[in-house]
């Protein structure tokens, strides 16, 4: 049901602009998902995608892109990858981190300097990038 309520949240925030600036009637959402989501990716398009088939107001099209979960030491200053240091953990714990980001301290340490004090600067979470209006 997350995944319900956040492509719900999408669509009700890409609305409310398409309101605000006087939008045309179709527009196109641009949604990035980080890497680290806690979502089910399947189950929030099949989510989108009714959802949007309910509103009338709007003919909505939505394109989504992924984005790299990126990292930075608080001690060092270092910025890694999270797909660099993943080939490192077992998979049990790559996919333990991918679903609850919290954990990753526990499992993981800067590559420079071996602190577990880091924190993730990219690829968290869903956010609508932009909306644009198209040509119906
Ligand atoms: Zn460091």
Not at 4 to 12: D, E, G, R
Not at 48 to 63: H, S, V
Request: aromatic content about 8%; charged content about 35%.
């Amino acid at each position: 049901m997350h995944e319900w309520s956040l492509a719900q949240a999408v669509i009700n925030g890409a609305l409310d602009y398409a309101k605000k600036h006087k939008l045309k009637r179709a527009i196109k959402i641009n949604v990035v998902l980080g890497e680290l989501q806690q979502i089910d990716v399947p189950a929030f398009k099949l989510a989108l995608k009714e959802l949007i088939k309910e509103q009338q107001a709007y003919k909505i099209k939505f394109k989504i892109k992924e984005e790299k979960a990126k990292l930075r030491c608080r001690a060092c200053g270092f910025e890694w990858l999270f797909s660099k240091t993943k080939e490192k953990l077992s998979e049990q714990d790559s996919e333990l981190i991918h679903f609850v980001p919290e954990v990753a301290h526990t499992y993981m340490r800067c590559p420079k300097c071996k602190s577990p004090d880091f924190e993730i600067i990219k690829g968290r979470g869903v956010q609508i990038e932009s909306i644009e209006e198209i040509s119906e």
